[in-house]
């Protein structure tokens, strides 16, 4: 009893000895971090390669990062639209179509073809966005296009429809996953820049103030 009393008691003093230790190094690091902090601070020649370097570094993620993911977000937004105006025009096909078939009780074949020609070309520019291999695209292309021009009635649509849509939604999941990480990237890349660019603006302008000073 007594000799685990003897242990516990040695282990208590070990344990405040080094906190005593650790907390004596923490303020002596704080004490010289705050001393090279302000000879840092009063160093006009050390402000200005600082700041200038962040400054370089702030205008390399202009450049890089936030064009590149800039870039890519515009490519997006630019292929949707003009996916979904091809999807428009389709829409707008079938439309006279359906119209000319009831007015005229004629079925004029041509508007229907084109509906679908349009359907694969708003699925083209689709799958521009997705990062299949290109061989594979043109499989896939090549097989709508063929499908589109043999469309000489409303079956035939429906079934080159429900292929785009079956495609299109394996598509979706793995564009739209890209899109976000460039969307992210793209925020990202703003804030190191105006973080960059600030602290690199206080530095070289305190620099060149101590300078004139």
Do not use: C
């Amino acid at each position: 009893m007594i000799k685990n009393l003897n242990t516990q008691r040695i282990t208590t003093k070990k344990i405040t000895t080094v906190m005593v230790v650790t907390r004596s190094l923490w303020a002596i690091i704080k004490i010289n971090s705050t001393k090279q902090m302000r000879k840092f601070w009063t160093n006009r020649t050390q402000l200005k390669i600082w700041g200038t370097s962040l400054l370089l570094f702030s205008f390399i993620t202009q450049s890089t990062l936030q064009n590149f993911s800039s870039k890519r977000t515009t490519e997006f937004d630019k292929m949707m639209l003009h996916y979904s105006i091809a999807d428009l025009s389709a829409q707008n096909f079938m439309n006279l179509y359906f119209t000319s078939a009831s007015v005229t009780e004629v079925v004029n074949d041509s508007l229907i073809r084109m509906a679908a020609l349009e359907k694969v070309i708003g699925f083209l520019l689709f799958t521009t966005l997705a990062d299949t291999s290109k061989v594979e695209k043109i499989k896939i292309i090549k097989s709508f296009q063929k499908q589109a021009n043999e469309v000489d009635n409303i079956e035939k649509y429906n079934s080159l429809t429900y292929r785009v849509n079956s495609v299109y939604a394996k598509l979706e999941a793995n564009i739209l996953k890209r899109n976000s990480f460039w969307t992210k990237l793209l925020s990202f890349s703003n804030k190191l820049y105006f973080i960059l660019y600030l602290m690199g603006s206080i530095l070289l302008i305190r620099g060149i103030k101590l300078e004139k000073s």
